[in-house]
């Protein structure tokens, strides 16, 4: 381990997370609305086209945090979950009045924020979970 290695280990762990990889991951998420909004998700059919995207993204998070160099797979996955939930707040914000001319989603019942980070906190840190134990199956550092 050389010296940058260890000064960055030594520091807290959110100092240690990687912002353009949060954000990445965060973008790889925003797929999921993206199709509800062009209107995939009813043209292929719900629930099963939300689920199989939810499945994906959660796949291509474990995979390129479980194989990649992240620091901390799980605080990295659970920043995700945040990020994409806060994107989905704010683009919900947005876009909901241009399309369909009220506002709706978590803005409009700010009772559902709380759970929308939860879950979606929870979410990231199941896949840091399993992109801990790929990276440890494979003999990564951790």
């Known amino acids: 381990m ?9 520091a807290p762990w959110h100092r240690r997370l990687h912002p353009p990889l949060v954000a990445g991951l965060t973008a790889v998420a925003l797929i999921r609305p993206l199709c509800s909004v062009v209107g995939l998700s009813d043209a292929l059919g719900k629930p099963a086209t939300p689920l199989i995207l939810t499945a994906a993204i959660s796949l291509t998070w474990i995979l390129v945090v479980g194989l990649g160099r992240a ?30 001319g009220r506002l709706q989603g978590p803005l409009a019942h700010p009772i559902a924020i709380v759970p929308l980070l939860a879950i979606n906190a929870l979410w990231g840190a199941l896949c840091g979970v399993c992109a801990e134990g790929l990276r440890r199956r494979r003999g990564g550092r951790s």
């Not at 050389?2 to 030594?10: I, L, Q, V």
């Not at 990295?76 to 989905?88: D, I, P, R, S």
């Open 71 to 100: 620091p901390e797979p799980v605080p990295t996955l659970v920043a995700a979950g945040l990020g994409y939930a806060l994107a989905v707040l704010v683009l919900s914000g947005i876009l909901s009045p241009v399309l369909t």
């Open 2 to 10: 050389n010296a940058y290695d260890k000064r960055r280990r030594a």
